[in-house]
Nanobody, 114 residues
Framework: QVQLVESGGGLVQAGGSLRLSCAAS????????MGWYRQAPGKQRELVAV??????NYADSVKGRFSISRDNAKNTVYLQMNSLKPEDTAVYLC?????????WGQGTQVTVSS
């Protein structure tokens, strides 16, 4: 089993920055990829950024503003979010996987005020 715990969310003004962290514990050798997803009220969950064995992928809406990185020694994945916009407001969830298995964290709230 793998446990994922997110941190770093909060309230920030538009144009500001936040850094999210997701720490993995448990059977971490079973994880190939990690990533961030988000879900706003009344909307479907969407991919924000993922990293899998060094390859990254971003949603078009965050390219150039967000950056994902992974520290394997700390079993942690980060999401640096810059130039935040009110439309970035959502619960941000961490996902880890080694297909066909996947694991999710509980999420951390990010609120961007205008």
């Amino acid at each position: 089993q793998v446990q994922l715990v997110e941190s770093g969310g909060g309230l920030v003004q538009a144009g500001g920055s936040l850094r999210l962290s997701c720490a993995a514990s448990g059977s971490i050798f079973s994880i190939n990829g990690m990533g961030w997803y988000r879900q706003a009220p009344g909307k479907q969950r969407e991919l924000v950024a993922v990293i899998d064995r060094g390859i990254t992928n971003y949603a078009d809406s965050v390219k150039g503003r967000f950056s994902i990185s992974r520290d394997n020694a700390k079993n942690t994945v980060y999401l640096q979010m810059n130039s935040l916009k009110p439309e970035d407001t959502a619960v941000y969830l961490c996902r880890g996987w080694k297909l066909p298995y996947e694991y999710w964290g509980q999420g951390t709230q990010v609120t961007v005020s205008s």
